[in-house]
């Protein structure tokens, strides 16, 4: 069993760090690219201060998912070392990939239907390993040309081990379901693709959709109802089908074949 590697670095090199210009930052963490201190095509995740709790089972799952050689293999983004400073875990460093955000994209319809149709695979390589992804969002799917790769890896559950914060995306679904489970991520998947496919910029905006007569072009008219009647009464009725696998035929050709 692979052990997780750990970097040390001092209370000197932590103040240096937050002194640059961050990569990239979020609720609870901000990413900084410090080749002086931990090489060059890396990323350094360091943790905002937060309760040691938090702390603990964002380290725990890391060390896990450093275990996992399947994960290695079919996400380009992985968890290289853990860091801490002054004998405290602190974060965790990853590769860096030319990847960039769906966020800062402007995609042509077909193309968003490539992403979604490749973000939702990866979704059900880390499903069949176990790993119940948990933010999904335009800031942490990343794309290439032909690839997608999700990063915020320590924001999943996995095992025992919970999500450190349960997306805002799932009040509804959870109060009424009662359980974050495969239900759970195929739900938040499908808010996801709506928001994507339909040029929304809030979860609420989808919720707003769901109430008019409008469906999206890409997607099999029976199939959208459906799914989106079980989504607006979750208990009994939500199945785990996902909007992005009933793309009308003409979509899904274009797709395969985009030119």
């Known amino acids: 069993m692979k052990c997780l590697p750990n970097i040390e670095i001092t209370k000197e090199q932590l103040k240096y760090g937050r002194e640059q210009i961050s990569f990239d930052s979020g609720a609870e963490s901000i990413l900084y690219e410090l080749p002086s201190i931990f090489g060059s095509g890396t990323v350094a995740k360091i943790w905002k201060n937060g309760r040691q709790e938090v702390i603990q089972n964002k380290f725990e799952k890391i060390k896990r998912l450093y275990q996992i050689e399947e994960l290695r293999k079919i996400n380009d983004i992985t968890i290289l070392k853990s860091i801490s400073c002054n004998g405290d875990i602190i ?107 339909c040029s929304l910029k809030e979860n609420q905006d989808v919720e707003q959709y769901f109430k008019t007569e409008k469906v999206p072009h890409e997607l099999l008219l029976g199939a959208y109802y459906s799914i989106r009647y079980q989504m607006m009464h979750v208990k009994p009725w939500y199945e785990e089908h996902y909007f992005i696998d009933y793309i009308k035929n003409k979509y899904k050709k274009r797709v395969t074949n985009p030119f």
């Open 91 to 197: 974060g965790y460093l990853t590769n860096r990939v030319f990847y960039h955000p769906m966020a800062k994209g402007n995609f042509t319809r077909i193309e968003k239907l490539k992403y979604l149709l490749l973000a939702r695979q990866k979704l059900q390589q880390f499903l069949d390993l176990g790993i119940l992804y948990g933010d999904i969002s335009n800031k942490n799917i990343l794309v290439s040309k032909n690839d997608v790769c999700f990063c915020d890896l320590d924001n999943v559950a996995y095992q025992e081990l919970k999500m450190d914060i349960e997306p805002l995306i799932l009040d509804y679904f959870l109060s009424d379901y009662g359980k974050l489970d495969e239900k759970a991520i195929s739900y938040m998947y499908n808010i996801f693709t709506i928001k994507i496919l």
